[in-house]
């Protein structure tokens, strides 16, 4: 008989009802003026709204997503280890309710980011490694298994979703970086388009956007590179066609649009970090009992219902990264900001 042991993500579905018409808005960390960041905008705004759904908004219905030469390769196969106690998001919601800086500080970027050019993409694996190598994108889909985990997504700024992410193992990624022993940290670097992310000329951020993880938490079996979604290959505002995801940290650390990722030996600082280390530092890893400096991490809403549930330490996925940390110094890491 196989006796299969219970992960704490796979809790039973619960009664709650499944995502219906609502599409919100989400406003993350919109800066009230240009200039010098903090120091003029007194940090960044949470809040959180429900408007009317945008038209033809869907996954997969950007122009940039019809001409995915990947989309024959969705659906792929769900890995039923991985689920989630709470109804899965609607994709609506999902893909027209996005944070990609890239393209704008509102929320509705979806639109803007349809003309993202998903090819050719390559991503550059470089630094400590046996051998650098630039690989294209739909090569690396050909050599990684594709399958589908449902995941909860927490925002720093208090909401949550529950996303079928379609994609691969990051260790299989590390497996083909081959990174050298030297290699302490892996840095991810977006994209820069400038001819159609507009949200470049901000010059006050500073790009590229980046970020990175432990080699551990890398080669952690939740740390996963999404490539699709709902099914579908990742719409361009999802983070098309290579994005981050980690589910146990804040949702700013899961990078979107991917071109290179390195192996490095000194810890790099982050996008957010490098805007505010107070607010939004290299760990982030989610628990409700480390406020945000500016607002309480304890509840989250759930984002299309009306629901207000109680945050979970690692957002959920204690039991299986809690001892990546085991070793630090939670006096001096801040292993939860
Ligand atoms: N990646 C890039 N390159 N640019 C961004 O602005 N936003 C981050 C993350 N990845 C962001 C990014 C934030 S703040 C969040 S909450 C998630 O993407 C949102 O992912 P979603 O739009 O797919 O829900």
């Given at each position: 008989m196989l006796i299969k042991r219970r992960r704490t993500w796979e809790l039973p579905e619960t009664a709650t009802t499944p995502e219906g018409i609502y599409r919100q808005r989400r406003q993350f960390m919109q800066y009230a003026g240009a200039g010098s960041l903090l120091l003029f905008s007194g940090g960044v705004l949470a809040g959180c709204g429900e408007a009317a759904p945008p038209a033809g908004a869907a996954a997969g219905e950007s122009s940039s997503a019809i001409n995915d030469p990947s989309a024959g390769l969705y659906p792929v196969?769900?890995?039923e280890a991985f689920q989630v106690a709470r109804a899965i998001t609607d994709e609506n919601l999902a893909t027209t309710y996005n944070n990609f800086y890239e393209f704008g500080s509102s929320k509705t970027i979806w639109s803007a980011a349809s003309k993202l050019k998903?090819?050719?993409?390559?991503?550059?694996?470089?630094?400590?490694?046996?051998?650098?190598q630039e690989i294209a994108i739909d090569d690396l889909l050909a050599r990684v298994p594709l399958e589908e985990r449902v995941y909860r997504l927490r925002c720093v700024e208090a909401w949550s979703m529950v996303v079928p992410w379609s994609g691969f193992q990051l260790s299989h990624l590390l497996k083909l970086a081959q990174p050298l022993s030297s290699a302490r940290?892996?840095?991810?670097?977006?994209?820069?388009?400038?001819?159609?992310?507009?949200?470049?000329r901000a010059s006050w951020y500073p790009w590229p956007y980046q970020e990175g993880l432990t080699m551990e938490e890398a080669g952690h079996e939740l740390a996963f590179m999404a490539t699709g979604i709902y099914g579908k290959p990742l719409p361009p505002q999802n983070g098309a066609p290579l994005r981050l995801v980690v589910p146990w940290k804040y949702g700013f650390k899961s990078i979107k649009s991917v071109v290179a990722i390195d192996f490095v030996e000194q810890r790099p600082t982050t996008f957010w970090e490098a805007i505010?280390?107070?607010?939004?530092?290299?760990?982030?890893?989610?628990?409700?009992?480390?406020?945000?400096?500016?607002w309480s991490q304890a509840s989250e809403r759930v984002l299309g219902t009306k629901e207000e549930v109680p945050t979970q330490l690692f957002n959920g996925y204690a039991e299986e990264v809690a001892g990546l940390y085991a070793g630090l110094d939670a006096q001096s890491e801040r292993l939860f900001m």
């Open positions: 196969p769900r890995n998903l090819r050719p993409w390559t991503v550059a694996i470089g630094g400590a490694v046996e051998k650098p940290y892996v840095r991810f670097t977006t994209a820069e388009q400038p001819d159609v992310m507009r949200g470049l505010a280390a107070n607010e939004y530092g290299f760990w982030a890893n989610v628990n409700p009992e480390v406020p945000h400096p500016r």
